[in-house]
């Protein structure tokens, strides 16, 4: 029997699999690699640790917890029958575009009534929660949903000029319950250098733009408002977020066939 041997750390298992548009977290390593930094919420635990993980907050009577017994782990925040309820996480600013590095974001996301939410999920600067923030905020990286229209957008902010394009793709009214998933979309973008964010539904390039990258420090964001009088929800199922650390003297590995 022949031996395998690896010269370096294993491939992300997504590397050598070919989506529509190509590989998807190109050279990106398994496991711990300290040229780069990863940040990782499962929600696999109980509660979310809201003092020194994540800054929890909630707009007016909104709620946002950990669903119990989601398989994967789901965090869900939920309207409570009232306009503009709402809630969020928000974590320490430590992601940064940067020359010659790359940020890659990822996150699957559900939402109970597709057109009446507002939703943000990417990266953005810290800030108090409310029908604005982090949905109309200056320097941002991510997708948004507003109330009204399910289109998934996608969003560059820097100094509050935007670029914001649709991504072709909407939410449909979805759930989750158990192992019973329903309306799923995986949301990325790959920040590559301050000239260019690549964004992705479903592990497929949707938009490319080269206009208004904040070079801003910007922290992982989740938000959801409810755009009506119901008790509307969205889950997600993780938030990953990677940055490259270092570029000179890092490893750089070749494509996996």
Known sequence: MGTTRFSGPMMYSGE????????????????LNPDYVVQFEDFTGIAVDG???????????GTG??????IDGWFEIAGTGSDDTGASLQGNEIWQAQASKKIYFETRIVTSDA??????????????LSTSVPFATNNQIG???TDGDASIEAVCDSGGVATETDTGVDFADGS??????????????????????????????????????????????????AGEAAA??????YLFTVG????DGMVQYSDQV
């Open 16 to 31: 050598g699999r070919a989506v529509a548009s190509g590989t998807w977290f190109k050279n990106l390593p398994l496991q």
């Open 51 to 61: 003092t020194n993980d994540w800054t929890y907050s909630q707009l007016t009577s």
């Open 65 to 70: 917890a950990i669903l119990a017994d989601a």
């Open 115 to 128: 057109d009446q939410m507002d939703i943000f999920v990417g990266l953005c600067e810290n800030g108090t």
């Open 143 to 145: 997708f948004l949903v």
């Open 176 to 225: 989750v319950s158990g192992g019973t998933i329903s309306g799923d979309r995986r949301l990325g973008f790959v920040v590559t250098g301050t000239g260019k964010v690549e964004f992705y539904v479903d592990r497929v390039l949707k938009v490319t733009t080269t206009d208004n990258i904040p070079t801003s420090q910007l922290t992982t964001w989740f938000a959801a408002v």
């Open 232 to 237: 509307n929800k969205v889950d997600c199922d």
């Open 244 to 247: 490259q650390r270092q570029t």
